[in-house]
């Protein structure tokens, strides 16, 4: 069975600081991965997605993943905080070779201060 | 990715009264759906996995009287809440699934913006 666990439940950083929200999973088989982030009363937006052509992953608004199966961890980077990235962050991995439904991690509240 | 439309964004109704959600795909056609509810604070808790042509299969624990849910076609589902409470005030987040998993990522889904319900 697929489970992921989201190690911090808030992050605190400065505005162009380093980001890095902790991710890891449990999978039996090659896993499908995603970061997703949701903004106060918003839906879902997908950061990025691990699809296993390679293990550094880049997605919108300067993320990153890696995509580490020795640590079977997926923490999410980015290089510089801004302002507008304050907002819950769920790591979810997928029953895909099953139901297709999503596990979500219990998600993490990035706050960014100025 | 797929565009994901919800109306209403929120209602606010009285209580014993049914309300409708739409879920609509934009520009994608969607074999399968899922709704999600999501409590103050929490993760997205799915409730049902909606497939076009076919019954909605619930999560246990949710009450599939209570929360009708129909997929007539690949751009549209639609989640009623039947004899609203207070207690079934929430956030109602749908998705469609894009792609059949056979290789990892492939199987995306993509969020709607989320309905906010209150029952007073």
């Known amino acids: 069975a697929q489970s992921v666990t989201q190690l911090d439940s808030h992050v605190s950083v400065s505005e162009g600081t380093p980001v890095l929200l902790r991710c890891n999973y449990s999978?039996?088989?090659?896993?499908?991965l995603f970061w997703y982030v949701q903004h106060p009363n918003k839906g879902l937006q997908l950061l990025l997605k691990y699809t296993s052509a390679a293990t550094l992953v880049k997605g919108i608004n300067g993320f990153e993943a890696e995509f580490k199966k020795s640590e079977t961890s997926f923490h999410l980077t980015k290089p510089s905080a801004h302002m507008s990235d304050a907002a819950e962050y769920f790591c979810?991995?997928?029953?895909?070779?099953?139901?297709?439904?999503?596990?979500f991690g219990t998600g993490t509240r990035l706050k960014v201060l100025a | 990715g797929a565009v994901v439309s919800q109306h209403p964004s929120r209602v606010i109704c009285k209580s014993g009264t049914s309300v409708k959600i739409e879920c609509r795909s934009l520009?994608?056609?969607?074999?399968?759906m899922f709704w999600y509810r999501q409590f103050p604070k929490q993760s997205l808790m799915l409730m049902a996995t909606?497939?076009?042509?076919?019954?909605?299969?619930?999560e246990q624990g949710v009450e599939k009287d209570k929360f009708l849910i129909n997929h007539a076609s690949l751009t549209l589902s639609t989640l009623t809440v039947t004899s609203a409470h207070p207690e079934d005030s929430s956030f109602y987040i749908c998705?469609?699934?894009?792609?059949?998993?056979?290789?990892?990522?492939?199987?995306?889904?993509?969020f709607g913006p989320g309905t906010r319900l209150t029952v007073l």
């Open positions: 520009d994608f056609q969607a074999t399968t």
């Open positions: 998705s469609v699934r894009a792609g059949g998993g056979g290789v990892p990522g492939t199987d995306t889904q993509y």
């Open positions: 999978s039996s088989y090659s896993p499908s």
């Open positions: 979810v991995v997928s029953d895909r070779r099953g139901t297709y439904k999503y596990i």
């Open positions: 909606s497939n076009e042509g076919s019954k909605a299969t619930y």
